[in-house]
């Protein structure tokens, strides 16, 4: 059964740290883009950042450039999102889902467009 499970998620101040982590079974992760979605209260799904099977990344949102970064370590079928310098603006249900080609050009992906979707995990950025 293929499975993409994110954690990591919870509450924190403005200008702290969280780690999401997605972890994938049933299939080869390492084959398969990955990218990391949120959607907030109130607004579209969107995308944030993609990693490729080659380890090159993708931005979809210019004010998370210098805070988030993705990193995969495909031994463990795992892809990380680093996101320092939490804003308000960052608080969302972030996403992780999987393409088995390359990172899509845009952010703005419907469901079909990916091949796997995680569930989410809940990111609050407040004081």
């Known amino acids: 059964q293929v499975q993409l499970v994110e954690s990591g998620g919870g509450l924190v101040q403005p200008g702290g740290s969280l780690r999401l982590s997605c972890a994938g079974s049933?299939?080869?992760?390492?084959?398969?883009?990955i990218g990391w979605f949120r959607q907030a209260p109130g607004k579209e799904r969107e995308g944030v950042l993609c990693i490729s099977g080659s380890d090159d990344s993708t931005y979809y949102v210019d004010s998370v450039k210098g805070r988030f970064t993705i990193s995969r370590d495909n031994a463990k079928d795992l892809v990380y999102l680093q996101m320092n310098s939490l804003k308000p603006e960052d608080t969302a249900v972030y996403y992780c889902?999987?393409?088995?080609?390359?990172?899509?050009?845009?952010?703005?992906?419907?469901?079909?467009?990916?091949?796997?979707w995680g569930k989410g995990t809940l990111v609050t950025v407040s004081p």
């Open positions: 889902a999987a393409v088995l080609s390359s990172c899509p050009s845009s952010g703005h992906v419907s469901l079909h467009g990916m091949d796997y």
């Open positions: 049933g299939f080869i992760l390492g084959y398969y883009a």
